[in-house]
């Protein structure tokens, strides 16, 4: 990553990347900031593209470098490619809310570390600007045309950044348009548009989903643009996963290319809390929460009848947080499995080896598995293997399913033991309750931080907390890659000395360490092998 500025200075980086001649011609609702547009170019992007997200070129990373190794990944702002825009005083300074703050604004240099565990002779290492209001902003109340989107699945706490946005922009920043767009990144071109007020969204925050609807996919770069130019927006809130991340990455850059006064913020959302860099994703305390339900339901069903198994499928596409916070919060669960470890069923240390071990102690047991386990052993008869929904995921094999006949089959051929099996599949029951006071505490937070970074002219950035404090963070850390389950952290540990299960590991492995001792590098405690950070 080539760093762009030497300066310790955060107030004045260096950083350009715009380049005035792909300015757009000015439209009715959005003037032309850059006087120079290509001769032969058009007031809008290709509309006979294809739909994907590959139109811009994109940003450089803004990075600012300090002393004793400090490094900060700014995000971008209005003023990097919008030259000589005006200011006005954040109008929070004036709100009978906030007079009894001591100090209304975040300081201008005031950064957040991405690591708190350092050593005495180690670098600062890598920060990201911190979320709050600033003393400047760069739009006037009666100039702000919002509006807000929700892409991708469900999660608990969608309606309440929702709520919380529209309430937030007004009662603070005194913002009265602020357009909702239905049924996710197609809506913009696609479907109608719903008014908020305070008024309408005072309840939400009480049911789950979306009051805007979603989908997965319909991301046409160009046709969302124009859409955002032809209607004056120049506040534009996404909600969604890494997916719609990438997506809202896209669409600030044809933004910036346009040379329009927009800005771009993204809330990140996941119930599998895949999203990397921030602590945790909303929606996830109340998903863990919920699942406690369906966990507590397998062990009353397991231990109210002779040799009784509970097998419970919780989400996880390719991570296992919810199961295995899930697990660590009951405490009645003896067996949990994650895509990041994989598992085997048969020969000594196997799960099926486990599960009748479990039984001859307890007479019953819980297993709790998440959505994206133990892929790699369906994947021989699975014929959707290499299947993708609309928002380009992998079509899973139904693990839970799979696994519960799979112990039905097994110990039908062993006559001398009889197993009672119920299996509890609760997947889209945890994504569709409303948040908990947790959570909405938490999408109270975000939604704040996002709209004092847009209304600060910031543009192009995620929000989030990180290490407690709420940051902005450049769109291309969060969709680099995805927030997984280190199986050689602490925190696995911990869930293995709480089951205690066995490690897994494959047999074909242990012979290959036996064989050559010397050249072992496999962890041992339920590991697999596998290296990652430490917690």
Known sequence: MDLISSSASLSTPRFRCFDPKNSYPETPNHRRYFPTPFSNSSPRGNSESTPDMGLSTITEPKIVTGDAGYVLEDVPHLSDYIPHLPTYPNPLQDNPSYSVVKQYFVNVDDTVAHKIVVQKNSPRGTHFRRAGPRQKVYFESDEVHACIVTC???????????????????????????????GGYKGFYARNTIPLTPKVVNDIHKRGGTILGTSRGGHDTSKIVDSIQDRGINQVYIIGGDGTQKGASVIFEEIRRRGLKVAVAGIPKTIDNDIPVIDKSFGFDTAVEEAQRAINAAHVEAESIENGIGVVKLMGRHSGFIAMYATLASRDVDCCLIPESPFYLEGASGLFEYIEKRLKENGHMVIVVAEGAGQENLSESTRNINQQDASGNKLLKDVGLWLAQKIKDHFSKR???????????????????????????????????????????????TVGPVNGRHAYIPFHRVIEKQNKVVITDRMW???????????????????????????????KDGENGERGDHG
Not at 494 to 513: E, I, M, W
């Open 493 to 523: 540990a911990r869930l293995l000395s709480s089951t205690n299960q066995p490690s897994f590991l494959n047999p074909k492995d242990v012979f290959a360490d036996e064989e050559d001792e010397d050249t072992q590098t496999q962890p």
């Open 152 to 182: 991708g699945g469900l999660c608990p706490g969608l309606n309440t950044v929702i709520r919380e946005i529209v309430c937030g922009l007004y009662h603070m920043y005194g913002v009265h348009r602020v357009l909702g767009i239905e």
């Open 415 to 461: 006559q001398k033991m009889t197993i009672n099996l119920k299996y509890i599949d609760p997947t889209y029951m945890i994504r569709a309750v409303p948040s908990n006071a947790s959570d909405n505490v938490y999408c109270t937070l975000l939604a704040h931080s996002a709209i004092h970074g847009a209304v600060a002219g910031y543009t192009g950035f």
